[in-house]
């Protein structure tokens, strides 16, 4: 398989800035590991990663980096989501209104690689650059401005909220939320629901501790993966 | 200080399938000391566990229950110790005919004291026991056999398999022909339990789950909030019954024997 | 040319959720050889719904895994006639169902019978309010069926489902705690009313203060063991808060597989058939009847069905679809205004206000369930006075608690950003202190809202994809924001409120998208009627031009009440069925003159 690259040494080349905010890792949750990505490249999952950290910074809670976000994003991209399940894929592809919604003729997978490498390339400066910078670009590819080719900003960065918001909250065995980090944030006891008893107990605090589906005693709710060696 | 207690009392009416003991790791008829018990405290699983509404255990508490366990109170006594039956951690006596109470959620057993102090819960020992404790007591004893680890005390011998498929896929995915949802559902996976409402199944012993089952059928119990337990034990023959019990009380599960902690 | 032609049946139905096991299960006891044709597959909710594999958020949510398949067949959109409609490509504002119990095993749950001026709102709001005061620029018309002759119906299908709730009418005798102003009840419901959370209770008070009258919403996720009149056995809802867009393991949200289909599939008559999926249905040479359908089965291969009488019990838009390229009926001409196969297509208004509450309500919103909460109903249908309000039809205004599911339920007060540090601190600092309010709005037919064929896009079996022409008229956007700021007028009064906003997705400049998801409520298309010129299928559920074609589900109504429309839908799928064992079955012929 192409793309082995180990997360150590990809996140460890981060910039100065992003990699201050990834070691030494304030919390358990640190997701660096020398497991491979399945569909990112080295530069690619960097960047994603700066990128979901401006999305989502760290605080006394994960940024989305240190919750798995890019693992999730990555298995994604590599799974039958990034692949086009649930899109109807027949041309001709028009482009229409915002009502009319995705009109690309990308699956989801293409249309991340190719929008990574259109911002690499057509915005490396706020790419290198600092926190500041980085929310400016997130703000500008927000409101649509950016001009990256046939892949419009503001559908990308829909994308890349998209699949950080999911990452930092779907279940861990998913890659991401890593140690049930968003679920605790929020205090959702997560898949093991069985409130009959206590809905009607208004304002009680209901502290379960959170367990995901794939949750083993001691455990912290993520599919076992195997390992592999690494390459490069 | 504390004295070594040997489980010979029998209640004869109430000995169903009596199965022979073999146990798992050291059987202990000790009573385990507090400090050890609130330091498990600190898993926030076990916490969750062992908190019942909003009383939030600590170290007077789990000392109040295993007193009361032992059979002290504070208005001269329950009448029996909890662990003549239940064992000196709450693993039962080997029999099945006293279930295991270690890790049992506090919530859990405090409702079952309180049902059959009420009589909502019908038990002809059980109720004269609660009904002698103060509700305090039943917190604190519900909350000491929540923290405290006790190993299964198993089955000898080999199961019969075609029962062990049939309950394990009961459990798993319950029966569409029936209409029987899966254990799981509620029960959690690999019989773990949700607490604080939901007891766990792994390690419990098959023939008391057996008759807890009849009596569900039978309506003697419907101490379950809605009927839930009734309504799925009318929809299962006694060979469904024995399957998923024989089942669940194989299942090994480190949650429930508290190993995991 | 068919690759096979099988033996004739009495009835073949076209599709295997609500009403399509339903028409199985009454037909089939009415001595008919019944076959339904499911394009989807077997499930069930023991063994594919369990926990806790079923509470993935993302699997089932998110990805729609329950739900029908795009890459098959989709339908293209557009807001009106100057646009060129273009596939929805991924599914978004509706989520239409596939498979054994169709969208009936990922609904809600809510369960409601339509008002009487509801069934009648032409000659109701004319009596009312004066023969002008419906605009001329909607298409509004009677259903050709009273409350009175769908009521026992009604009953039925809420006994069906073990339906959770408290009557607010019953036999005439108003009780508070219910819905005063719905239709005569002839009984209690089955089962108690939802056990309610924090959140609903603070509305109730706050809507009573205001002299308003809450009542619990009626549910179908069932709150005690139940039995219904087929046999199916429910179980009590846990509350778990992974209802809607998912299938209970519990067995306790009713849907059509155990409250149906186990109850019917031993019966000699009856015979299921799955990836089935039917592409035509065949029409006599003099086009009076229909002959049977042809379908693609499990193996690819094409087959004819021919059937003494075909019921189209497909999800409503696929029923119209089938109509239109099957040639049944007439299609909508836009342009001249004739043709009725294709009008009237209406879907449902939505508005929302989020109410944030202070630190001491703990609203633990995983606590929920598909139809919990607290309705305000004060601003449904004709329940208030028109008379200046410069708009016709109303909504329900509900504070639920679905689920929190931490991916979909965010909730921020107004001005927060939209992602970034700020963002992640206010998403935990409100999770556990929000009160979620949906209006829920009715939905006006109009000449220029319509379905028809799409000349550009196929779906997988080189079928033109249904086209569907769609926006929300002046009248709605009117009516949603009347209704929303009565909603937050309700918000704002609760106790411990800190702040409210609200946002209307009909407000006056926001176009219709199929992106945001809003309902899976699409009705229309082929409407019912006792007028042939403005209605595809006569007031028994009978297509005019076809007098062997039964027709169900929301395809029917002529536009859409604020109700969610199983209910309704389901009163008339029993009232359909009634007449045709004690009629039609016995003498086929048209039941009413064209």
């Known amino acids: 398989m192409e793309n082995l690259f180990s997360r150590r040494t990809v996140l460890a080349g981060l910039g100065a800035s992003a990699a201050a905010a990834l070691a030494p890792a304030r919390h358990a949750f640190a997701q660096i590991d020398d497991r491979p990505f399945y569909f990112f490249t080295d530069a690619e999952a960097r960047l994603l990663a700066l990128i979901c950290d401006t999305l989502i910074p760290e605080d006394e809670f994960p940024s989305a980096s240190q919750a798995g976000v890019v693992d999730f994003i990555d298995l994604q991209m590599a799974g039958p989501y990034g692949k086009g399940a649930g899109l109807y894929m027949q041309a001709p592809f028009v482009a229409g209104t915002p009502q009319q919604g995705w009109q690309l003729p990308h699956v989801p997978s293409e249309f991340m690689r190719r929008g990574l490498a259109a911002l690499a390339e057509s915005e490396a400066g706020a790419l290198s650059g600092d926190a500041p910078a980085m929310d400016d670009l997130l703000t500008r590819l927000s409101e649509d401005t950016p001009d990256l080719g046939d892949i419009p900003a503001g559908a990308f960065f829909d994308e890349l909220w998209k699949l950080t918001n999911q990452g930092y909250f779907a279940d861990p065995m998913y890659g991401g939320n890593a140690e049930y980090a968003g679920w605790r944030m929020v205090g959702f006891p997560g898949a093991h629901a069985y409130y009959l008893s206590f809905v009607d107990k208004h304002n009680v605090p209901y502290r379960q501790p959170p367990m995901g589906i794939n949750h083993k005693p001691g455990g912290n709710g993520a599919m076992p993966r195997p390992a592999r060696a690494q390459e490069g | ?261 | 040319m068919p690759d096979k032609t099988l033996l004739k049946i009495d009835v073949v139905i076209i599709g295997g959720g609500w009403t399509g096991l339903t028409a199985a299960y009454e037909l089939a006891h009415a001595g008919q050889r019944c076959v339904i044709l499911e394009r989807g597959e077997h499930r069930h909710d023991a063994t594919s719904f369990g926990a806790p594999e079923e509470h993935d958020e993302l699997k089932y949510a998110l990805h729609y895994t329950h739900m029908m398949d795009v890459k098959q067949n989709t339908l293209t959109f557009r807001n009106n006639r100057t646009q060129r409609a273009l596939p929805m490509r991924r599914l978004g504002s509706f989520l239409p169902g596939e498979g054994l119990g169709g969208a009936g095993i990922h609904w809600n749950g809510q369960l409601w019978r339509p008002l009487p001026s509801d069934l009648e709102m032409r000659s109701h709001y004319e009596t009312r309010y004066g023969a002008g005061f419906i605009p001329d620029e909607l298409s509004v018309q009677d259903w050709g069926v009273t409350y009175a002759e769908l009521e026992p119906h009604l009953a039925f299908f809420e006994r069906i489902c073990g339906a959770a709730g408290y009557a607010g009418n019953l036999n005439g005798k108003m009780r508070a705690g219910g819905n005063v102003f719905e239709g005569p009840r002839s009984n209690e419901y089955p089962n108690p009313a939802m056990k309610m959370p924090i959140t609903s209770t603070l509305m109730g008070q706050a809507a009573e203060k205001m002299g308003l009258h809450p009542f619990p919403m009626p549910s179908a996720n069932v709150t005690a063991a139940y039995k219904n009149p087929y046999g199916a056995q429910l179980h009590p809802c846990t509350y778990c808060g992974f209802c809607e867009r998912f299938g209970c393991g519990y067995f306790a949200k009713a849907d059509p597989i155990i409250c149906v289909y186990d109850r019917i599939k031993e019966h000699e008559n009856f015979e299921i058939r799955f990836k089935s999926t039917v592409l035509r249905v065949e029409k006599s040479e003099d086009g009076q009847t229909a002959t049977g359908v042809t379908y693609i089965d499990a193996d690819g291969q094409e087959v004819f069905q021919p059937a003494d009488v075909v019921c189209m019990n497909a999800y409503s838009l696929w029923n119209v679809h089938l109509m239109l390229v099957s040639g049944l009926g007439t299609p909508y001409d836009p342009e001249t205004r004739t043709g009725t196969v294709g009008r009237n297509y209406a879907y449902q208004t939505i508005a929302a206000v989020d109410a944030f509450l202070d630190d001491s309500i703990i609203t633990n919103p995983f606590m929920g369930a598909g139809a919990l909460g607290m309705i305000v109903d004060d601003y449904n249908g004709d329940n208030f006075d028109h008379s200046d309000l410069g708009f016709v039809g109303g909504g329900y205004i509900a504070c639920k608690q679905y689920n929190g599911r931490p991916i979909s339920y965010q909730p921020v007060p107004e001005g927060t950003p939209a992602w970034g540090a700020q963002w992640k601190r206010a998403v935990r600092d409100n999770y556990l202190h929000h009160a979620d309010f949906v209006v829920h709005g009715s939905s006006m037919s109009t000449p220029e809202n319509f379905l028809d064929l799409d000349p550009t896009w196929k779906d997988i079996y080189g079928r033109p994809l249904m086209r569907m022409t769609f926006n929300f008229p002046d009248n709605d956007r009117r009516m949603s924001d009347y209704v929303m700021n009565r909603a937050a007028e309700i918000a704002q009064s609760m106790d411990h409120v800190t702040s409210v906003s609200s946002i209307n997705l009909a407000a006056a400049g926001n176009d219709y998208s199929v992106v945001p998801y809003q309902t899976t409520h699409n009705v229309g298309g082929a409407v019912m009627g006792t007028d042939p010129s403005t209605s595809a299928v006569n007031r028994y559920g009978q297509m005019w031009d076809h007098h062997n074609v039964f027709v169900f589900g929301a395809c029917l109504f002529p536009q859409n009440l604020g109700y969610n429309p199983t209910g309704p839908l389901m009163g008339l799928a029993y009232w359909t069925l009634d007449h045709m064992k004690n009629d039609y079955l016995i003498n086929p012929r048209p039941l009413m003159d064209a």
């Not at chain 2, 009392?9 to 009596?18: C, I, P, Q």
């Not at chain 2, 007591?137 to 199961?159: D, F, L």
């Not at chain 2, 569900?216 to 929809?235: C, L, P, Q, Y």
Request: aromatic share 8%.
């Open chain 2, 1 to 261: 200080m504390l004295p070594t207690l040997k489980t010979t009392v029998w209640f004869g009416a109430m000995v169903a399938a009596v199965s022979v003991p073999i146990v798992l790791g050291a059987q202990s008829t000790q009573t385990p000391a507090i400090s050890m018990l609130e330091a498990q405290l600190q898993d926030e699983r076990v916490l969750f566990n062992a908190t019942i509404e909003t009383t939030r255990p600590d170290d007077d508490l789990l000392e109040l229950g295993r007193l009361v366990a032992m059979g002290g109170a504070e208005n001269g006594g329950s009448g029996m110790a909890c662990i003549t039956c239940h064992g000196g951690s709450g693993e039962g006596d080997g029999s099945g005919t006293f279930p295991r109470l270690a890790g049992l959620p506090g919530w859990y057993s405090y409702k079952q004291l309180n049902d059959y102090a009420s009589g909502s819960r019908p038990n002809n020992i059980m109720t004269g026991i609660a009904q002698r404790l103060s509700e305090h007591e039943r917190e604190a004893v519900s909350a000491y056999y929540a923290v405290v680890n006790a190993p299964v005390i198993g089955p000898v011998g080999p199961a019969d398999q075609g029962l062990m498929q049939w309950g394990g896929q009961l459990a798993a995915v319950g029966n569409a022909e029936k209409g029987i949802p899966a254990c799981v559902n509620c029960h959690g996976p690999s019989g773990t339990g949700n607490p604080p409402s939901v007891p766990y199944l792994a390690g419990q012993y098959a023939n008391y789950m057996t008759y807890q089952l009849e009596l569900w059928k039978e309506g003697v119990r419907d101490n379950d909030a809605m009927n839930v337990m009734s309504t799925i034990a009318r929809k299962m023959s006694s060979e469904d019954m024995q399957a998923v019990s024989e089942y669940y009380y194989r299942v090994y599960n480190p949650l429930t024997t508290g190993e995991s902690r």
